[in-house]
């Protein structure tokens, strides 16, 4: 590796930051975003992660919201939200009744320790909300096994 | 094309939900990295995936930056009866790929 290339590879975290690391986005103004206002229910979610995540580039993500999923009771959509990430909308899922069980598993990115914000929207207007923190050693997103 | 896996159980029984595994081959650039000569390397994403099943979509996912590289889903689908089960992606780019399964039911 060149010196100049190490020195850029060394500021490079710096550059990051400076594009929002140190200030994380509000939870709550993208639940009310989302919800158009409505207080959702801290209840019925699941948060499956591990506390301490050694690599931010794949943290498993498993997401369970309590529902009989029928035609006129289930879960519509469920977002996720990582509010220190540069770009801190995460995922949506939509499903319905024909998914027969609101139960989802992935693999995410997280730029460092933060809480990462699960919003569920049912069907009848009922919202439900649940976060969780994990600590992250080495943060996501940035040069150096990036992948 | 990008190229994908997908798993279903051979049989599954009616009305029981069933899981569904979707790995998806893609690198998933943020936007945020460089080349080791300081060019940024540019954001390419696969940002929707959706699953159909006999023709009619039970499932779908719009992705951002923070899904990791080689994107890894699995949910759930529950199926009346034998039908075909197909799940599609495409990136920013408009690239597609896809995949799809017998579903037999016991």
Known sequence: ?147 | MIEGRLRVPGSVKAGEPFEVRVLILHPMENGFRHEADGREIPMHIVNRVACTYGGREVFSVDLGTGISANPYLVFFVRAGQAGELKVEWVDDKGERGSARALVNVA
């Open chain 1, 1 to 147: 590796m060149k010196r100049r290339h190490f020195v850029v590879s060394l500021m490079l975290p710096f550059a990051a930051r400076a594009q929002g690391f140190s200030s994380p986005a509000d939870p709550a103004k993208w639940i009310a975003e989302i919800t158009g206002g409505s207080t959702p229910e801290k209840t019925g979610i699941e948060i499956e992660m591990p506390q301490i995540a050694e690599n931010g580039n794949a943290v498993p993500l498993h997401i369970r919201v309590a529902s009989p999923m029928t035609s006129g009771d289930h879960v519509k959509a469920i977002h996720v939200f990582a509010e220190r990430n540069p770009r801190p909308r995460v995922a949506t899922f939509h499903l319905g009744p024909d998914a027969g069980r609101a139960d989802i598993t992935t693999r995410v990115r997280l730029g460092g320790t933060q809480n990462v914000t699960v919003l569920a929207e049912l069907s009848g207007g009922r919202w439900r909300v649940a976060a969780q923190n994990v600590l992250v050693t080495t943060g996501a997103c940035l040069d150096e096994g990036s992948l």
